[in-house]
């Protein structure tokens, strides 16, 4: 079974400093999909970066990168240069084989709190 | 961008009433599209997978004969809470998968309410 761990609540960083939301994962698959979404108060789920189980490079968005560790089964996400916009919640989800539907599974949540 | 839609974006009902929430991909089609729970500064559950011509796929613990899924056309599914009770309060969430990239895109969600 696949599972999406992230163990952090709730976060607080400074403006302009960056931020590492953490993302572990569980699956026996061989190709996986790892993403990151946002959820602000509005409630809508705004995509954020995209790493492939094969792909070699950590992605990067914008200020948004992702730091891939296969080995350790690790997807954190971290944001450089933060702004009081990205106060919000942070998913990190996985999607299963597609033979078994692609399903998104979503971790717990990561409540990141942006101070001025 | 690809859009899907979702309405209501909010409704309140009265306990045992039943209400319908529809969820469109308005610029492309989508053979699959999933309905997702989520309480307050809970996490997205997945509910069901709705397969555009065929019957949902609902996960463990998730009453088919309570929410009732339909997905008659490639760019529409719905999703009925049937009886609904105070319990059945929640965001509901759809995503629809796009038929030819497999992108999935998330709705703006349905806040229900049920007095």
């Known amino acids: 079974a696949q599972k999406i761990t992230q163990t952090q609540p709730g976060m607080f960083v400074q403006e302009k400093e960056a931020v590492t939301l953490d993302c572990t994962y569980d699956?026996?698959?061989?190709?996986?999909?790892l993403f990151w979404y946002k959820q602000p108060s509005s409630g809508e789920m705004i995509f954020l970066i995209y790493?492939?189980?094969?792909d070699e490079q950590n992605a990067t968005e914008g200020r948004y990168s992702l730091n891939f560790q296969k080995a350790r089964k690790s997807a954190n996400l971290v944001i450089s240069a933060s702004q009081l916009g990205d106060s919000a919640m942070y998913f990190c989800?996985?999607?299963?084989?597609w033979g078994q539907g692609g399903k998104l599974i979503f971790g717990q949540g990561t409540e990141l709190s942006v101070k001025p | 961008g690809a859009v899907v839609s979702q309405h209501p974006s909010w409704v309140i009902c009265k306990s045992g009433t039943s209400v319908k929430i529809e969820c469109r991909s308005l610029?492309?089609?989508?053979?699959?599209m999933f309905w997702y729970r989520q309480f307050p500064k809970q996490s997205l559950m997945l509910m069901a997978t709705?397969?555009?011509?065929?019957?949902?796929?609902?996960e463990q613990g998730v009453e088919k004969d309570k929410f009732l899924i339909n997905h008659a056309s490639l760019t529409l599914s719905t999703l009925t809470v049937t009886s609904a009770h105070p319990e059945d309060s929640s965001f509901y969430i759809c995503?629809?998968?796009?038929?030819?990239?497999?992108?999935?895109?998330f709705g703006p969600g349905t806040r229900l309410t049920v007095t």
């Open positions: 995503s629809a998968r796009d038929s030819l990239s497999y992108e999935q895109y």
């Open positions: 610029d492309f089609q989508a053979t699959t």
């Open positions: 709705s397969n555009e011509g065929s019957k949902a796929t609902y």
């Open positions: 699956t026996s698959d061989q190709s996986y999909g």
């Open positions: 989800a996985m999607r299963g084989p």
């Open positions: 790493q492939g189980s094969y």
